[in-house]
């Protein structure tokens, strides 16, 4: 049984930083691709970034310059290191990880950017 286990979440002022966390464990196969999705109240779950077992990185044009996703492989857990946050930035922040075909969502981390 797959689990991911999220943390990190939690209020901050306009242009502070937050760093999310993503450990899975419960599966025998590699991970393929881990990635950070984002919804925010009334709105479609949105791609924030992704990445590849090998480390090519993908943005949303809304975050890029500002977040940083990073992984490491061998404890499988990704990172989201989000700088310069705005309150736009405010949503229910949830982790993605692909073993090939078959995909498993964490419970979700809120982030709320409000003064």
């Known amino acids: 049984q797959v689990q991911l286990v999220e943390s990190g979440g939690g209020l901050v002022q306009p242009g502070g930083s937050l760093r999310l966390s993503c450990s899975a464990s419960?599966?025998?196969?590699?991970?393929?691709?881990m990635g950070w999705y984002r919804q925010a109240p009334g709105k479609q779950r949105e791609l924030v970034a992704t990445?590849?077992?090998?480390?090519?990185?993908k943005y949303a044009d809304s975050v890029r310059g500002r977040f940083t996703i990073f992984s490491d492989n061998a404890i499988d857990t990704v990172w989201l290191r989000m700088d310069s946050l705005k309150p736009e930035d405010t949503a229910v922040y949830y982790c993605?990880?692909?073993?090939?075909?078959?995909?498993?969502w964490g419970q979700g981390t809120q982030v709320t950017v409000s003064s």
């Open positions: 993605n990880i692909a073993y090939g075909a078959q995909q498993y």
């Open positions: 419960g599966s025998a196969f590699s991970i393929s691709d």
């Open positions: 990445i590849t077992h090998s480390g090519t990185t």
